[in-house]
């Protein structure tokens, strides 16, 4: 469910004009926008552009319509198959064009037997409108300087949610429209206004959610599915969150006490982590990182939700036994560097959407008791402050408290529906993914009668991003949904070494 982590999407050179008149769903080209988002290089020469244009809330008819941009990548075959594949992004509230140019850059390439269709989903990155708010964006960055669980903390971060809520609304936008029923809808529309038979759907984070929801509601003319990260919409999220932080907590101290060198640095981690976290909850630690204005608050919460938070960038999990060490030993910089790290650049989220999914379809089925409950019994030994937060990207901790400012009401009881198809699917999820864990894909798996769930050692969040192995699985796959493709390359993988020495940032390399 978290956004993807890559670079900093901005509004440079997007006018927003407000919401247009009504019109029937259509698609129309476009250039494809130079820059691609604030700061990231044009698409290139392979990518043709365009807009659909769609309904902003299809339950009101004659109502206004927003534009949807889309960026398909040419298959680089010369008689590319017929049947592309189409690219959900993460989030909520990511962007699939800044994904584009990720993908452009990885080996083997996913688009050697098929174009490639990456969508910005409604109220993201080059869509319009595009539904960010710098209010949060800035509590966002003051956040993780104040003490995690202090209730004024908590109170800047509902005026700021507040703020943002306050400005859009006044524009004119319809916020509780900006949410997965519509989102599907979407995709739905634009496979028939790009006029494809049948398409190959992946879905990562979010997208997956995205894609499980598609498929329960609008199955025609989908072939072929990949789910990598999986959220699954019949299990709700935020009840699950510390449940998949825990899992990943016994994953990582299990994989370094099975390698000698990272059990002979840090001997019995997994009880040095739980003291720690217990003593920050009493005694904070403020950190000082050169070049950031304001010192880290260290408290107990931060440092539980900092192992988390270290799924997202591809370097970091290697770092967290030596993080977490150093840590309890008084050194807290090489933890505060990987907060940061995990920090959404501003300008980068698309907060409708983000807000419109989680609180609707998340908080609204749930409250702070049940998942509080649920915490307790995944990690007994954690103090009760640092339960009362919600482990993810520094967005999710207050999540109640910001839904409660948002104010988009309760999505209708359908879309917590699990999705029961017995199209071809693939469920791709790495063994330290904290926040979408391996529970979740197994239980989507359970409606899908045609489906395989793979575990990679040792990855994240988004498998498919760190993982040549996983892109070589996801084409031959692709190729045949049904059976006979190669996915041998898994059982070669190993847990990476753990950091051990001196902390720096390793090279990613393709596994």
Avoid at 268 to 295: H, I, K, M, N, Q
Avoid at 296 to 318: E, I, K, R, S
Avoid at 426 to 435: E, I, K, R, V
């Amino acid at each position: 469910m978290a956004v993807a982590v890559l670079l900093a999407a901005g509004t440079a050179g997007w006018k927003d004009e407000g919401p247009k008149p009504a019109g029937p769903p259509s698609y129309a080209p476009a250039p494809c926008p130079k820059p691609n988002l604030a700061g990231v290089p044009a698409l290139g020469p392979h990518f043709s552009c365009g807009y659909l244009t769609v309904p902003e809330n299809r339950a009101k008819p004659g109502g206004r319509t927003i534009r949807i941009a889309v960026a398909r990548l040419e298959s680089t075959a010369a008689r590319p198959k017929p049947d592309p594949v189409v690219w959900l992004t993460g989030g909520p509230g990511g962007s699939g064009l800044l994904d584009a140019f990720t993908v452009t850059r990885l080996k083997p390439a996913i688009n050697a037997d098929r174009d490639v269709v990456f969508v910005d989903q409604r109220g993201t990155g080059r869509s319009d409108p595009l539904l960010n708010c710098p209010e949060i964006d800035a509590f966002t960055r003051e956040s993780v300087t104040l003490l995690s669980t202090d209730p004024e903390t908590t109170r800047k971060g509902v005026e700021a949610t507040r703020a943002c809520r306050t400005r859009l609304a006044r524009m004119g936008y319809d916020l509780a429209a900006y949410n997965t029923t519509e989102n599907a809808a979407d995709i739905a529309d634009l496979r028939t206004a790009l006029g494809i038979k049948e398409w190959n759907v992946y879905g990562v984070s979010y997208g997956t959610d995205l894609a499980l929801q598609l498929l329960r509601d609008h199955p025609q003319g989908i072939r072929a599915m990949v789910l990598d990260s999986v959220v699954t919409p019949h299990l709700n999220l935020l009840d699950g969150l510390w449940l998949n932080a825990a899992d990943q907590y016994k994953a990582m101290f299990a994989a370094c006490t099975a390698q000698p060198a990272c059990r002979a640095a840090y001997p019995g981690l997994r009880a040095e982590f739980t003291a720690t976290v217990r003593r920050l909850d009493r005694e904070p630690l403020s950190v000082t990182v050169p070049g950031e204005a304001g010192a880290l608050v260290f408290d107990g919460y931060q440092l539980a939700n900092m192992v988390v938070v270290a799924a997202l960038p591809p370097w970091a999990l290697t770092t967290v036994p030596a993080a977490v060490h150093a840590l309890a030993s008084g050194n807290g910089l090489p933890a505060a560097k990987t907060v940061l790290a995990g920090q959404s650049p501003p300008g980068f989220v698309g907060w409708g959407l983000f807000y419109g999914v989680v609180c609707r379809e998340q908080a609204a089925f749930t409250d702070r008791r049940k998942v509080r409950a649920a915490a307790k019994a995944a990690l007994p030994g954690f103090p009760r402050r640092v339960l009362s937060l919600l482990p993810q990207q520094e967005f999710v901790g207050r999540i109640f408290a910001d839904c409660a400012a948002w104010d988009v009401g309760r999505a209708d009881p359908r879309v917590t529906a699990q999705t029961r198809s017995d199209v071809p699917t693939l469920l791709m999820s790495g063994t330290f993914d904290g926040p979408a864990g391996t529970r979740w894909a197994a239980a989507a798996a359970t409606g899908l009668s045609h489906s395989r769930a793979l575990l990679f050692p040792g990855l994240g969040h988004s498998v498919l991003l760190q993982s040549g192995c996983a892109r070589t699985i996801l084409a031959g796959f692709f190729d045949q949904p049904a059976g006979g493709y190669d996915a041998s390359c898994v059982d070669t993988l190993t847990v990476p070494p753990f950091a051990t020495g001196r902390l720096s940032r390793p090279r990613p390399g393709a596994r």
